[in-house]
Every structure is written in structure tokens, then in C-alpha cells.
């Protein structure tokens, strides 16, 4: 019983979903140079999961050194399975300096890390912790038009612990490690842009989770 709720609610927390120079924040997903910030919104799908509507805002800023933070907020609505769902995470990225020359792309190389929280009433709490190394590039895709693709290969632990009212004593935390991919590719019209993501955790019978992302890079 504690494995199948546990197995629902760490499902909700995976539903959320992680510089300067050249490349940017690309390396994480956020097609923004140094100093500039992103806002964005996003409609998640999860193929054959009991939720229904995934929705998400983000909110990103990159430094014009090679810092940048982002964070966001993600509702699940959980149908009759269990409560609607509210996700916070926050993370950070560190670019390393790539080179570049006058016939390649510039690339954007960064170690990220981040967290995820989810508080579930009547079932617990679960957090999701990923650590991941993000490469993209951007590079002309027409006049005005840039097109930005990344990926994330990430290994990521998770926690769920479950009410005390569920009656588990001290069996009621469960934790897991495992490799995790997110990716996918935006493409930018000067401050508007559109993409397109996955995520998916290799280690765990799960279901591939898409989004389609609209943001504004001011």
C-alpha cells in the first residue's frame, strides 16, 4: 500500500519538471544571454498517467557572469486519484567557457542542480533532487529567428515520506536514486519564444513526461 501511494505522489512531484556567455542559460532551457530574464508558461502531458491537467509557470534569470538561477511552480490536478497537486522547485546553473570559432556554433556547457517540493494533503510530501550536466546551442534558424536545442542527462534522488495518519510508523519514507533525462529545443522570435521538452527517468518504470513552453525573454 505505501509503495503504490508513494509511487503516486513521487509521479506528481516528477510532473514539474533544470551560465553566461555566448550560449546562455540554452544549457538548461531558457533561451536567454547574460543579463537578461525569461517568463514562461507550460502545459505538461504525462503519457498514461490517472492526472489530468499539468500546468506550470517559470521564471529564469541569467547573470552576466557565468551564474543563473530559475525556479517555478507547477499545479497537477490529480482527478479522483488524490488532491491537486502544488510544485515549487528552484535551481541553479554554472556555465563553463566553451570555445568558438567563426565556422561552429557556440555551446553552452553547464553542471545544474535543483529542487523540487510537493506537499500532498492527506498522503505526504516528496521532494526531487536532480543533478545534471546541460549542453545546448543556438544557432540561425531564418532572419530573426533563433533555434535553441538542449539536453540534460541528470541523476536524480527522491523522497517521499507519508502522513502519519496513513499508519506506517516508521516505515513511512521511501527514497530512491536514479538517471533521468530532460531535453528538447526552443525556438525564439527576438523576446518571444516557443519549444517543446521530455523528461524522462530511465531507473523507474515511468512514463515519458512532454511540455510545450511559451515564454518572454525581457
Known amino acids: 500500500m505505501k509503495t503504490m501511494l508513494g509511487s503516486i505522489a513521487m509521479a506528481a512531484v516528477a510532473a514539474m519538471g533544470v551560465v553566461g556567455g555566448a550560449g546562455a ?8 544571454t547574460g543579463g537578461q530574464f525569461s517568463v514562461s508558461a507550460n502545459a505538461q502531458f504525462v503519457d498514461g498517467s490517472d492526472f489530468g491537467d499539468v500546468l506550470g509557470v517559470e521564471a529564469s534569470y541569467d547573470a552576466l557572469g557565468p551564474l543563473s538561477v530559475f525556479g517555478g511552480l507547477t499545479v497537477v490536478d490529480g482527478q479522483d486519484v488524490i488532491d491537486d497537486v502544488h510544485i515549487f522547485g528552484a535551481g541553479l546553473a554554472y556555465e563553463f567557457a566553451t570555445t568558438r ?5 557556440s555551446f553552452s556547457l553547464c553542471p545544474t542542480l535543483s529542487i523540487s517540493y510537493a506537499s500532498i494533503d492527506e498522503l505526504g510530501s516528496g521532494i526531487n533532487v536532480p543533478l545534471g550536466i546541460g549542453i545546448g546551442t543556438t ?23 507519508a502522513d502519519e495518519d496513513l499508519g506506517f510508523g516508521d516505515d513511512d519514507t521511501e527514497t530512491s536514486t536514479d538517471a533521468g533525462v530532460y531535453g528538447g529545443v526552443n525556438v525564439s522570435f527576438r523576446s518571444f519564444w516557443v519549444g517543446g521538452s521530455l523528461t524522462h527517468v530511465l531507473a523507474r518504470d515511468s512514463d515519458t513526461q512532454f511540455a510545450i513552453r511559451v515564454g518572454l525573454r525581457l
Request: proline residues 11%; aromatic residues 14%; hydrophobic residues 35%.
Open 101 to 105: 570559432t567563426a565556422d561552429t556554433p
Open 139 to 161: 544557432f540561425a534558424g531564418g532572419t530573426g529567428v533563433e533555434i535553441s536545442p538542449f539536453v540534460v542527462p541528470q541523476l536524480i534522488y527522491s523522497r517521499f515520506k
Open 25 to 32: 542559460q540554452v544549457c538548461v532551457g531558457y533561451p536567454t
